[in-house]
C-alpha cells in the first residue's frame, strides 16, 4: 500500500485543520517546498496537495506554490481544491501534475468531471469525498449535502472514474484513528481504488487500510507531528501494497 503524504495550502503556507474547520488550523513553519522536499526525501512516492482557499471559494489562490511543488518535488503530485471543471483541470494537469482531484463540482458539475475523464483519461483524474456524518460536503467542507458517500462514487464511476479519496472529515487533524468502517463499505461497494484519510496515526492503521483493500493512505497531522515516522510508514507498508492490476481502471 502507498503512503502519501499531505501538503495542506492556505494563504501560501503549510497548515493542518482540524474536522475541516477553517477557524482552527496548525500552521506549520517554513516553506511548503521544502517540507515536500523533506516527504520525498523519506521515501514518499507521491505528494498530495490541496488548496484550501481554493476549495473553499473555488479561486485556485495557491496556484503559485502549487506549481512550484510540482517543479521541485521530482514524483507523482496529485492535486485537489478550486478545481471546478474540465478547463481548470486542463490548466492544473498543464503544470506536470499527474492527477487532479475533483471535490464540489462531483456534486455541482458532474459532467465536468466526466469530460474531464474522457480527454485525459481516468488515471489522470480522481474524485475526492469528503463526508460527515456519511454524507457528501462540498466547498471546502462547508455545507453538507444530502448525499452519501458511497453513492456519490457509485454516479461517478458510471461516469468513467476509477479512483476515489475517501475523507471521514471528524477523523481529519485528529490523529483519531481512520473511520475503518466506512473505509470497509467503500471498497466492498465501489470495487474501484480507494484512497484513504482522515485520522491516520499510526503504521497499525495503514496496515489494517490495506488490509480492508485500500489502494494508499494520506497522512498530514502524524508525520508533521512527528507521531507517524514516514520513512518507516512507508516501507512497512510497501510491503502490504496489492498488485498493480487490483483495481480496474
Given at each position: 500500500?502507498?503512503?502519501?503524504?499531505?501538503?495542506?495550502?492556505?494563504?501560501?503556507?503549510?497548515?493542518?485543520?482540524?474536522?475541516?474547520?477553517?477557524?482552527?488550523?496548525?500552521?506549520?513553519?517554513?516553506?511548503?517546498?521544502?517540507?515536500?522536499?523533506?516527504?520525498?526525501?523519506?521515501?514518499a512516492e507521491?505528494?498530495?496537495?490541496?488548496?484550501?482557499?481554493?476549495?473553499?471559494?473555488?479561486?485556485?489562490?495557491?496556484?503559485?506554490?502549487?506549481?512550484?511543488?510540482?517543479?521541485?518535488?521530482g514524483v507523482?503530485?496529485?492535486?485537489?481544491?478550486?478545481?471546478?471543471?474540465?478547463?481548470?483541470?486542463?490548466?492544473?494537469?498543464?503544470?506536470?501534475?499527474?492527477?487532479?482531484?475533483?471535490?464540489?463540482?462531483?456534486?455541482?458539475?458532474?459532467?465536468?468531471?466526466?469530460?474531464?475523464?474522457?480527454?485525459?483519461?481516468?488515471?489522470?483524474?480522481?474524485?475526492?469525498?469528503?463526508?460527515?456524518?456519511?454524507?457528501?460536503?462540498?466547498?471546502?467542507?462547508?455545507?453538507?449535502?444530502?448525499?452519501?458517500?458511497?453513492?456519490l462514487m457509485?454516479?461517478?464511476?458510471?461516469?468513467?472514474?476509477?479512483?476515489?479519496?475517501?475523507?471521514?472529515?471528524?477523523?481529519?487533524?485528529?490523529?483519531?484513528?481512520?473511520?475503518?468502517?466506512?473505509?470497509?463499505?467503500?471498497?466492498?461497494?465501489?470495487?474501484?481504488?480507494?484512497?484513504?484519510?482522515?485520522?491516520?496515526?499510526?503504521?497499525?492503521?495503514?496496515?489494517?487500510?490495506?488490509?480492508?483493500?485500500?489502494?494508499?493512505?494520506?497522512?498530514?497531522?502524524?508525520?508533521?507531528?512527528?507521531?507517524?515516522?514516514?520513512?518507516?510508514?512507508?516501507?512497512?507498508?510497501?510491503?502490504?501494497?496489492?498488485?498493480?492490476?487490483?483495481?480496474?481502471?
Open positions: 500500500m502507498q503512503v502519501i503524504p499531505a501538503i495542506d495550502l492556505r494563504g501560501g503556507k503549510c497548515v493542518r485543520l482540524h474536522q475541516g474547520d477553517y477557524s482552527r488550523e496548525t500552521v506549520f513553519d517554513g516553506d511548503p517546498v521544502d517540507i515536500g522536499r523533506r516527504w520525498v526525501a523519506a521515501g507521491r505528494v498530495h496537495i490541496v488548496d484550501l482557499d481554493g476549495a473553499r471559494d473555488g479561486v485556485r489562490a495557491n496556484a503559485p506554490v502549487v506549481a512550484e511543488l510540482v517543479k521541485s518535488l507523482p503530485v496529485q492535486v485537489g481544491g478550486g478545481i471546478r471543471d474540465a478547463h481548470g483541470a486542463a490548466e492544473v494537469l498543464a503544470l506536470g501534475v499527474d492527477r487532479v482531484i475533483f471535490g464540489t463540482a462531483a456534486i455541482e458539475a458532474p459532467i465536468e468531471v466526466e469530460k474531464t475523464v474522457k480527454i485525459h483519461g481516468a488515471g489522470r483524474v480522481m474524485v475526492g469525498v469528503d463526508a460527515r456524518d456519511g454524507m457528501v460536503a462540498t466547498r471546502g467542507w462547508k455545507e453538507t449535502t444530502r448525499v452519501a458517500a458511497a453513492d457509485l454516479e461517478m464511476a458510471g461516469r468513467g472514474v476509477r479512483r476515489f479519496m475517501y475523507t471521514d472529515i471528524s477523523r481529519d487533524g485528529t490523529l483519531s484513528h481512520p473511520n475503518f468502517e466506512a473505509a470497509a463499505v467503500l471498497v466492498r461497494k465501489v470495487r474501484y481504488s480507494i484512497v484513504i484519510a482522515g485520522g491516520v496515526a499510526t503504521i497499525e492503521d495503514l496496515l489494517r487500510l490495506a488490509g480492508l483493500g485500500a489502494e494508499a493512505a494520506v497522512t498530514g497531522m502524524a508525520i508533521y507531528t512527528g507521531a507517524l515516522d514516514l520513512g518507516r510508514a512507508i516501507k512497512e507498508a510497501k510491503a502490504a501494497r496489492p498488485a498493480a492490476d487490483a483495481w480496474p481502471l
